[in-house]
């Protein structure tokens, strides 16, 4: 009896033994089970993520394949319009190098033109000169290269004006102090004279019967005062050697200086 308890407890023991072992096992494996569940867990997380991120670089591939084929269509688009703006540009530059030498032709000529042009204006000062060098009309007095005829009735200025046209010439225009004394001693010492300047087309703008405005003037002290009363201007000869201008009715009449 004692050898069989002995063997029982001997099985026992390594029954004890083999339980506790397995125990062991059973939690180490649970343990690692419960390892691999939660590494499963985080596994399958991160599967999603990269599921879901590679979803959107799918995505993302595709917009970007139709960008690249929309810029692809541009870029073929602005390659065609270029290679239409190069030949454009050829032909304009072609048409510009043509209207260039037409230009400088034509500038030539235009300089060819201008000293023609200078040269005649030159030739006729000089036969107008010598003309009236070589003529002035039986009772005119000469200055340089003009007449001056000194009328002995008496006028207003609208018609001793037109006695001077009907002479072929005009009311004398006086622009320089030799014109002035000149025009002083064609009158005499105080005598009255109608002269080519008015204001009658635009008040208090004097020009000259030949269109040309006042420049140098020899206006009596306090002339001109008329207003639109006196739009018409004589010339009063003193014993100094230039006179003056006084504006006045163009009714009144004087006598008036002619030239041609």
């Known amino acids: 009896m004692t050898k069989e308890r002995d063997q ?3 099985r026992y023991n390594t029954l004890t033994a083999e339980r506790d072992q ?3 096992n059973y ?9 691999l569940q939660t590494s499963n867990n985080t596994l399958t997380a991160e599967r999603d993520q990269l599921q879901t991120s590679y979803n959107t670089l799918i995505k993302e591939r595709e917009q970007l394949q139709t960008s690249y084929n929309t810029l692809t269509k541009e870029r073929d688009q602005l390659q065609t319009s270029n290679n239409t703006l190069i030949k454009e540009r050829y032909q304009l530059q072609t048409s510009n190098n043509t209207l260039t030498a037409e230009r400088d032709q034509l500038q030539t000529s235009n300089n060819t033109l201008t000293k023609e042009r200078d040269q005649l204006q030159k030739d006729t000062e000089c036969l107008k000169q010598s003309l009236v060098q070589k003529v002035c009309p039986q009772g005119w007095k ?7 005829y000194v009328s002995t009735e008496y006028k207003s200025w609208e018609e001793s004006r037109q006695d001077c046209r009907n002479r072929e010439a005009d009311l004398v225009v006086i622009k320089s102090e030799d014109d002035q004394t000149f025009v002083n001693w064609l009158c005499g010492v105080k005598d009255y004279v109608w002269i080519g300047l008015t204001d009658s087309v635009s008040e208090g703008t ?3 019967v030949d ?9 009596k002290s306090g002339d001109p005062n008329g207003g639109r009363a006196e739009n018409c201007v004589y010339f009063y000869s003193w014993s100094s050697d230039t006179g003056a201008w006084w504006d006045y009715d163009c009714s009144y ?3 008036w200086i002619c030239e041609k």
């Not at 939690?27 to 390892?35: A, G, I, L, V, Y």
């Open 206 to 208: 004097w020009k000259w």
């Open 142 to 148: 000469k200055l340089g290269s003009s007449c001056y």
């Open 211 to 219: 269109d040309t405005p006042l420049t140098t003037k020899y206006w």
């Open 27 to 35: 939690n180490t494996m649970k343990k690692e089970r419960d390892q």
């Open 253 to 255: 009449k004087y006598r």
């Open 8 to 10: 029982l407890q001997t």
């Open 22 to 24: 397995l125990q062991t």
